[in-house]
């Protein structure tokens, strides 16, 4: 978080050292500029744990409204320093204020399990650790498909609900009660 932090005061001073047509730039101005990296890294921790990272191509840095948009995202989540998940979309955005995520545009996360999760669009909600979207969405674990439009779940996959959802089984032992056939 460290890095982050210095990344943003050195865009700051890069930004607040500029002038605006010749004239000094006042400081409501200047706090509402956005700060453009290119390879961006960041780490998100939570009491010194790791709790994810995020890569991007390309961030836009917005301190005034307290978010970081992001192109061409990957991210890998963990629990206790392990990685358990990871996840690609094609944009995205954090709200630093919440650490709620944003992403869309063929978005794909893959849980070290091997489950995964396909759609256009995802968000996760930091206060609940829920995962959600109203879009479109296929859940794959083993040879199981589920499928709909509205889904909340956990990070693994583990507790999926899809509001309008469709199913294919293809092993449906797996289904059948213990003692009947």
């Known amino acids: 978080m460290k890095s982050y932090r ?5 865009g700051l001073l890069a930004v607040l050292g500029c002038s605006r047509q010749g004239r000094q730039a006042s400081l409501a101005e200047k706090t509402r500029e956005v700060v453009t990296m290119r390879g961006f890294h960041m780490v998100q921790t ?28 990957k991210t890998k989540y963990y629990d206790k320093e392990k990685e ?21 545009g063929n978005v794909l996360l893959k849980t070290t399990d091997g489950s ?20 479109f969405v296929k859940v794959f674990r083993g ?14 996959l ?3 609900t899809i509001k309008k959802v ?12 213990k003692g009947k056939k």
Do not use: Q
């Not at 995964?116 to 879009?135: F, I, P, Q, V």
């Not at 709909?148 to 956990?154: A, H, I, K, L, V």
């Not at 469709?166 to 009660?177: A, G, N, Q, V």
């Open 6 to 10: 210095i990344i943003i005061v050195l």
């Open 46 to 73: 939570d009491l010194g744990v790791k709790k994810y990272i995020i890569d991007a191509d390309e961030a836009n840095i917005n301190p005034r409204v307290k978010l970081i948009s992001f192109k061409v995202v």
């Open 84 to 104: 358990i998940a990871n996840l690609r979309s094609d944009t995205g955005v954090i709200h630093t204020d919440t650490n709620d995520i944003e992403v869309k």
């Open 116 to 135: 995964r999760l396909e759609t256009e669009s995802l968000t996760w909600s930091n206060a609940k650790n829920k995962l959600r979207t109203e879009a």
């Open 143 to 156: 040879d199981n498909v589920m499928s709909g439009y509205g889904m909340e779940s956990d990070l693994l």
């Open 158 to 160: 583990e507790n999926v």
């Open 166 to 177: 469709s199913t294919r089984i293809s092993d449906l032992e797996t289904f059948k009660e």
